[in-house]
């Protein structure tokens, strides 16, 4: 397959909801989308992770779209032919940039598949069609505040809350929830990295609450406090943004950091990596599940046929395209008896709807490839 065009798309979209986290807050999901059109015609879609500020992760929209152009579509257009499973070799050598990486990959990935007609939850050998999901619920204004959605959450029939925690914001809403909705709740915490290595006594009191996991408490880097706070505590320590490739993954569940992982294909640069992650955490009994960064229809549609794995055994932060956004880009994923289906169509199964994505848009480049 060759590539002869690729669009840069930037994408403003509301969220329904403000989504608070210790990293900041946001009322928009601004998104970088990248549309490659092989020499055939065929269009394939990618959405990068990455947000406006490079608070979560290094990177960030403008150095995605900037890495993207300069070096990433140009080294894929001197290839010339190019499969999507070659696409991170190709990319190698350029460093970090993974969530910039993984767009490319997972729009030539949806073209090539597209043209053979099989879909992303077939080619990645899933046999679910369909999946239960959990929902990541913001830091709040108070506690009421927070017991109120996280009601309308379960009413709407997600399997699991994950609660956003902070210091000043964690035993009481833990609490709270636990106390209004019982012991049978399926309840997990993400900090964010927000604590440090003074604070690993104070999050071991959250023992206590039966808790599925404690995600991130500590600083990307800091392997060795979450390995600390994991032999004090009974609570699992999962790990999101430590985690940026298969290696990571094999290095930090060695080292005692954690016995289950958040898997995001940006993070770690590409389906296929996640699927490495994916299949080494299944061979050493290490539980996995998808994480969510906001996704359009065009990532959530990828991480669902993702997700359908064996592996990914907990429910994801795969929502419904309802829980943040009040009319998507793609038709929208439904929450329906407990359960989102996944798309069945060629590729993603899903593609932009034009008016509502010219609505959305606020910038677009073309990068010509063709030799
Ligand atoms: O840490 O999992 C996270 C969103 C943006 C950045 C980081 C995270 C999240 C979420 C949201 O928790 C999950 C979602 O609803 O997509
Ligand atoms: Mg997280």
Avoid at 34 to 39: H, L, N, S
Avoid at 45 to 72: Q, T
Avoid at 245 to 254: G, H, I, K, L, P
Wanted: proline share 5%.
């Amino acid at each position: 397959m060759r590539i002869s065009q690729v669009e840069l798309r930037d994408i403003s979209l509301p969220l329904v909801t403000p989504f608070r986290t210790s990293l900041g807050s946001q009322d928009h999901r601004d998104a970088l989308l990248v549309k490659v059109t092989t020499d055939d015609g065929v269009v394939g879609w990618g959405e990068c992770a990455a947000d406006s500020e490079p608070d979560y992760s290094p990177e960030y929209i403008d150095g995605a779209r900037d890495v993207l152009r300069r070096h990433l579509i140009p080294a894929i257009a001197r290839e010339g032919e190019v499969s999507a499973a070659a696409v991170g070799d190709v990319l190698s050598w350029v460093r970090g940039h993974q969530m910039a990486k993984s767009a490319l990959e997972a729009a030539i990935l949806d073209a090539e598949l597209r043209t053979t007609g099989m879909s992303l939850a077939e080619a990645f050998g899933a046999r679910r069609t369909e999946l239960a999901v959990g929902v990541s619920v913001g830091i709040k204004d108070s506690i009421d505040d927070l017991v109120e959605s996280v009601a309308g959450y379960l009413d709407d029939g997600y399997a699991r809350i994950k609660l956003k925690i902070e210091p000043g914001w964690d035993y009481a809403p833990v609490e709270a929830v636990r106390g209004v909705f019982g012991d049978a709740l399926a309840l997990q915490v993400d900090a964010n990295t927000a604590y440090g290595p003074g604070d690993v006594r104070y999050l071991s009191g959250l023992d206590r609450f039966g808790l599925v996991l404690i995600e991130q408490p500590f600083a990307p880097d800091d392997l060795a406090t979450h390995a600390e706070l994991a032999s004090r505590m009974d609570t699992p320590i999962c790990l999101d943004e430590s985690i940026t490739s298969a290696r990571d993954a094999a290095t930090a569940v060695r080292q005692g950091a954690c016995t289950i992982v958040n898997i995001k294909p940006g993070r770690v640069g590409g389906y296929f990596e996640a699927r490495r992650i994916h299949d080494l955490c299944l061979a050493s009994g290490i539980p996995v599940w998808c994480g969510g960064m906001l996704e359009t229809g065009i990532g959530r549609a990828a991480n669902l046929a993702l997700a359908a794995l064996p592996g990914f055994t907990l429910p994801g932060d795969i929502s419904a395209s309802a829980r943040h956004f009040a009319t998507d880009i793609t038709r929208p994923f439904e929450l329906l008896d407990g359960v989102i289906a996944l798309p069945t169509g060629p590729g993603i199964g899903v593609e932009p709807d034009a008016a509502r994505l010219d609505e959305v848009t606020t910038a677009v480049e073309l990068v010509e490839t063709a030799a």
